[in-house]
């Protein structure tokens, strides 16, 4: 499984980084965490098979996670009319504006719903066809009294945990990682001390650990200094699992 790292910023793009988007790559096809990015032109600028594109999670419906995503189902509706995926949305509330908006944008065509499927993420296994992804709340959005996602992937052996946004000073990661170890942990760091995620993983069983959604920028420096392995990867960047 190759994950390709499309946004790592925080809640506000830089000048090189797009927020939140992650494309893990697997023999089954792409799976696309998140759309917070311009996904669909970095699609296009990686040249990459558009027909491969199976699945898109989003873990929240906070704009950095999200504002990538109709321009990704517009121009699969109208033009790119080969692709045919599962949208899988934290909340239903969502979908009737989505839908209204699609069929504004996409002009002239009724939304292919065949193709381009909407579902509503509950807690457990979504898919299991090859790539099992499971969805594990967090406590991100709690005081709004609204969902939040990570979400774990397996194929072949291989597990990936994407933490999503977690809980305001709390760094809530799943009880799981605990006890059963993933390759690569990709965990977000902008809402809670960076001494706060570095005690919570000293109790994370992962064979590395990707920090993304890094901010204030200064953790850096501190996530580094107190655990060097930590990776750190920027927009553009691979990691293979
Ligand atoms: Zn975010
Ligand atoms: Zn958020």
Known sequence: MDLHFLGTSHGVPSADRYC??????????GIL?????????LLLRMDY??????????????????????????LSAWYFQTMSY???LPEEQILAPLEKLLSIVVDDTSYPT???????????????DGVRITAFPTGHMRR?????YGY?????????????????????????LTQEPVDLLVCECAHFPAQVL????????????????????????VLHAARPELLFPADGDVIRV
């Not at 939140?20 to 096809?29: E, N, P, V, W």
């Not at 965490?33 to 032109?41: H, S, T």
């Not at 709004?144 to 939040?148: F, L």
């Not at 990936?160 to 799943?174: H, Q, T």
């Open 198 to 221: 570095l005690e919570r993983l000293e109790h994370v069983h992962a064979a590395r650990i990707a920090v993304v959604h890094v901010y204030p920028l200064e953790k850096y420096d």
């Open 152 to 176: 774990l992937l397996e194929e072949d052996g291989k597990r990936v945990y994407i933490s999503g946004d977690l809980a305001g000073g709390e760094a809530d990661l799943p009880a799981f």
């Open 86 to 88: 599962d949208v899988w």
């Open 114 to 128: 065949d193709r381009i499927r909407t579902h509503i993420v509950s807690e457990g296994v979504l898919q299991d």
């Open 49 to 74: 098979p558009l027909t491969s594109l199976r699945t898109v999670l989003l873990t929240h419906l906070h704009g950095d996670h999200t504002n990538g995503l109709l321009s990704l189902m517009d």
């Open 144 to 148: 709004h009294d609204r969902p939040a």
């Open 20 to 29: 939140q988007s992650i494309l893990a790559q697997t023999a089954q096809g």
């Open 33 to 41: 965490i998140d759309a917070g990015a311009p996904v669909m032109d």
